[in-house]
């Protein structure tokens, strides 16, 4: 089944849609507030398919995503009592736990973790507005991680060129089912523990 490759197809065409930079903008926003798609999905094939703004797709995955954090932190520090209930109804609850026990270790390193690394972004950002941290340190840091991420995927995208992009064809079916067979074993490991 090329189901992975089919997607991928999918986003090369829309990579260099006239629109693309806004759908990219607001993916990168809706992702750091609630959406579960990795904003690197659209950000890779478009640099991929237009190099030469690789470094512009970059700032503006990183731009918005972080304007998407403040949006996430704000919801946190003003609704999080209205959020409570469907934490629980979906099954955040334990881990909205887990990551105030990693802010009151980490303090705001954690948000460079999460912002950098592939973890959801979005509870971290809902979790620093819930614990009020400092709004200014919260947007540098979340600018530096946020930023590192994404010029490293479309530098990677650069350095990689046309055969790079011949490779993620040939083998995107394997490289999705093997990121779906290491969520569900990571998930299992997860409720295990």
């Known amino acids: 089944m090329r189901l992975f490759t089919r997607m991928y197809e999918i986003a090369m065409k829309w990579s260099v849609h006239r629109h693309a930079p806004r759908y990219l903008a607001g993916m990168s926003f809706a992702e750091s507030s609630f959406f579960p798609i990795p904003v690197d999905v659209m ?3 478009m640099s991929l398919a237009q190099p030469r703004k690789a470094w512009q797709f970059a700032f503006i995955a990183t731009f918005f995503s972080v304007l998407g954090g403040v949006a996430g932190y704000l919801l946190g520090y003003l609704a999080m009592d209205l959020l409570e209930p469907w934490l629980h109804t979906l099954g955040y609850w334990d881990r909205y736990q ?8 980490w303090g705001i390193w954690v948000i460079f973790i999460a912002g950098f690394s592939p973890v959801p972004y979005k509870l971290f950002t809902v979790t620093a507005g819930a614990l009020t941290m400092a709004l200014i340190p919260f947007i540098l840091i979340s600018f530096i991680a946020r930023g590192a991420r994404f010029y490293a995927v479309s530098g990677l995208m650069l350095w990689g060129g046309e055969s790079m992009e011949k ?3 040939k083998y995107m079916d394997l490289i999705g089912w093997a990121v779906v067979v ?8 997860y409720k295990i523990q």
């Not at 887990?98 to 270790?105: C, P, T």
């Open 167 to 169: 490779k993620l064809h």
């Open 43 to 45: 950000l890779a094939p």
């Open 98 to 105: 887990k990551i105030l026990s990693w802010f009151n270790e």
């Open 182 to 189: 290491l969520a569900v074993l990571t998930y299992i490991i």
